[in-house]
C-alpha cells in the first residue's frame, strides 16, 4: 500500500505526463530526498577522493529523468525505477572518463552490499559490473532492470514487482537468479 508522499508523487507524475508543468515544481521537493538518499548509499563505497559528488549524481540523474519524453509516467516506482538506470549510466559514464583519464587506470569501486553473500562487502568494479549487465540484458533484459532497480536504485522486491507489473515472486526468484548469474560473470572476468 502506496503512504500519502508516494500518492502524491504518482498524482503528480501523471498530471505532468497530461502536461501540467506546475506538477514537476511540485514534485521535486517530493523525490529529492529520496534520490539523494539513493545516490549517498551508491557513493558511501567510493573512493574518499572521487570527484562526482552526491548531490552532482542526484542532479543529473534528476535532469535526465525530466528530459525524458517519450514516458508514460504512471507511478512513483516506475519513477525511481528509471532513476536507478540514470544513476547507473552516470556512475559508469564517470569511471569509464576516470579510467580514460588515467589511460587504462582503475576503474571506481563500488560495494554491492545488497548482493548475495557472495557479493557482500566486496568491492566490486563498476565498469565489470556494467559490462556483466550488458551481457545479461542480451540473455535476460528482465533481470538486469531487477537489478539496476535494486543495486542503482535501492528500489524494494515490492516496488520492482509494480514497474514490472510482476508478481513478488517472480521478481525474487529473478533477483536471485541474476546475482547468481553476476557473481559467476564478474568472477570470470
Known amino acids: ?4 508522499a508516494a500518492k502524491g508523487v504518482t498524482q503528480l507524475l501523471v498530471n505532468w505526463n497530461n502536461g501540467d508543468k506546475a ?17 549517498v548509499s551508491r557513493m558511501r563505497h567510493e573512493s574518499p577522493h572521487h570527484t562526482l559528488q552526491p548531490t552532482a ?17 504512471q507511478n512513483r516506482a516506475q519513477f525511481f525505477g528509471l532513476a536507478a538506470e540514470m544513476m547507473r549510466r552516470i556512475l559508469v559514464n564517470h569511471a569509464l572518463e576516470r579510467r580514460a583519464a588515467k589511460r587504462g587506470g582503475g576503474a571506481a569501486r563500488v560495494s554491492m552490499e545488497v548482493a548475495v553473500n557472495s557479493f557482500e ?21 528482465r533481470q538486469c532492470r ?16 509494480e ?27
Not at 1 to 4: F, L
Not at 146 to 161: D, P, Q, R, Y
Not at 163 to 189: F, G
Open 146 to 161: 531487477i537489478v539496476e532497480m535494486k543495486f542503482f536504485g535501492g528500489l524494494t522486491v515490492a516496488e520492482i514487482a
Open 163 to 189: 514497474v514490472l507489473q510482476l508478481s513478488s515472486d517472480t521478481i525474487e526468484r529473478d533477483w536471485k537468479m541474476a546475482r547468481a548469474w553476476l557473481h559467476l560473470e564478474i568472477s570470470n572476468s
Open 57 to 73: 549524481l542526484v542532479n543529473e540523474a534528476y535532469l535526465r529523468l525530466i528530459d525524458q519524453k517519450n514516458v508514460n509516467w
Open 23 to 39: 506538477a514537476l515544481d511540485e514534485m521535486l521537493p517530493l523525490v529529492y530526498q529520496e534520490l539523494r538518499k539513493i545516490a
Open 1 to 4: 500500500m502506496q503512504n500519502s
Open 121 to 141: 562487502q566486496k568491492d566490486i568494479n563498476l565498469v565489470a559490473l556494467d559490462e556483466a549487465l550488458k551481457n545479461l540484458a542480451t540473455i535476460d533484459p
